[in-house]
């Protein structure tokens, strides 16, 4: 999908691509990130509209803004994944802006580097309420306002299959999604609901600094495309997922690292 463009920074739709959303709701969690902006912005393109939430609720509404001069089609949210009250307060958001839920992606994430013994109790439960308890809340909220044909996409992690050293709450954290994708999966699709997930391995973020920094030519060596991922490799994926193209496809989870998984 190419960029939208406008003259005055208002939302343009580019050319029909091969996945197109049709006016579509989108919900996306931690928007302000590398990987969610990717996401936002790929799903606009394609004629979503889309709720940009984040805990930064200033720069979520600067990149609906960003996206979206005129607010039509884009829609700024501050949203704490460690509350489930914010998470219904963004679905009914949604709703209520947009007219409809049919899409729900969770990229909202913390990946603090920490060994076992240095992980105390309040840093474990922190990194598990974002990782985790957060999508279960925005799952759990989505679910009843969606109809037929919607899909969730969830962001685990290569760590969530092989676990990650210094990394253990991450990894546990991210382990749950997946299995928490798979029981959405059979529970919603009597509903025409579908729920997948996909698992970046290193991806070009600030998220990964302090890995590549310790590790980064180790993790290079064994990965065969020998190269991390960009944002925009892990958002066309999701986009996939989330359109009419995957419409079989739920309970299910895409690897996204370049072939490192592989080799784990």
């Not at 049919?102 to 990782?131: Q, S, Y």
């Not at 998220?207 to 290079?220: F, K, S, T, Y």
């Not at 997922?241 to 299910?252: I, P, Q």
Request: aromatic share 4%.
């Amino acid at each position: 999908m190419s960029s939208s463009r406008s003259r005055d920074n208002g939302w343009v739709p580019d050319e029909p691509g091969m996945i197109t959303f049709n006016n579509r709701v989108a919900v996306v969690t931690g928007a302000a990130g590398g990987i969610g902006r990717s996401v936002c912005r790929m799903l606009l393109e394609a004629g979503a509209r889309v709720v940009v939430a984040d805990l930064d609720g200033t720069a979520a509404e600067a990149l609906a803004r960003e996206l979206d001069l005129h607010g039509d089609h884009a829609a700024g949210f501050a949203h704490d994944a460690r509350s489930s009250a914010d998470a219904d307060a963004l679905m009914a958001f949604a709703v209520e802006r947009f007219g409809s839920l049919d899409i729900l992606v969770t990229a909202a994430g913390l990946f603090p580097p920490a060994p076992l013994e240095e992980i105390d109790d309040e840093a474990w439960r922190n990194v598990l309420a974002i990782n985790l308890d957060g999508v279960m809340f925005c799952s759990r909220a989505a679910a009843p306002l969606m109809g037929e044909g919607a899909s969730m996409v969830h962001i685990a992690s290569l760590a969530g299959h092989r676990g990650a050293v210094r990394h253990a709450h991450y990894a546990a954290a991210k382990g749950g999604v997946l299995a928490l994708t798979r029981t959405l999966a059979a529970e919603l699709a009597p509903r025409g609901i579908r729920a997948n997930a996909v698992s970046p391995g290193l991806i070009d973020t600030t998220m990964i600094e302090p890995v590549m920094a310790r590790r980064g030519d180790i993790i290079l060596a064994t990965t065969p495309m020998a190269r991390v991922g960009t944002p925009d490799e892990v958002a066309g994926v999701i986009c996939f997922l989330a359109s009419d193209l995957a419409s079989f496809v739920t309970g299910e989870t895409i690897q996204i690292n370049g072939g490192l998984y592989i080799n784990s």
